[in-house]
Nanobody, 126 residues
Framework: QVQLVESGGGLVQAGGSLRLSCVVSGNIFSINAMGWYRQAPGKQRELVAVITKGGSTNYADSVQGRFTIDRDNAKNTVYLQMNSLKPEDTAVYYC????????????????????WGQGTQVTVTS
């Protein structure tokens, strides 16, 4: 019922930049936090950056100062601007959204859960 469509991944040389986008659609009553995670081969998935609905942000130490997360609530979209990319940034990047769904009927009720994008590959060469 909720889909996250990512774009912007690709191949880039060290020092270059990429901008990832993630559009959320479907049964959306509201979106709370949104974020980006990444997983490199042989590694556990890790948090890259998160942003609350109000705009508060948090970054992994490894990307602090290089990456910027932003969101457009009117478009249900979250962005990750990645600058000064390093080979160690190579990973599959996943978009995440904390979504509240609504189900109208005899009684209106709500559910809330995290949804994930399919992942987009970012490869940084030296």
């Amino acid at each position: 019922q909720v889909q996250l469509v990512e774009s912007g991944g690709g191949l880039v040389q060290a020092g270059g930049s990429l901008r990832l986008s993630c559009v959320v659609s479907g049964n959306i009553f509201s979106i709370n936090a949104m974020g980006w995670y990444r997983q490199a081969p042989g590694k556990q998935r890790e948090l890259v950056a998160v942003i609350t609905k109000g705009g508060s942000t948090n970054y992994a130490d490894s990307v602090q100062g290089r990456f910027t997360i932003d969101r457009d609530n009117a478009k249900n979209t979250v962005y990750l601007q990645m600058n000064s990319l390093k080979p160690e940034d190579t990973a599959v990047y996943y978009c995440n959204a904390d979504v509240t769904n609504t189900f109208p009927g005899g009684v209106i009720y709500y559910t809330r859960r995290d949804y994930w994008g399919q992942g987009t590959q970012v490869t940084v060469t030296s």
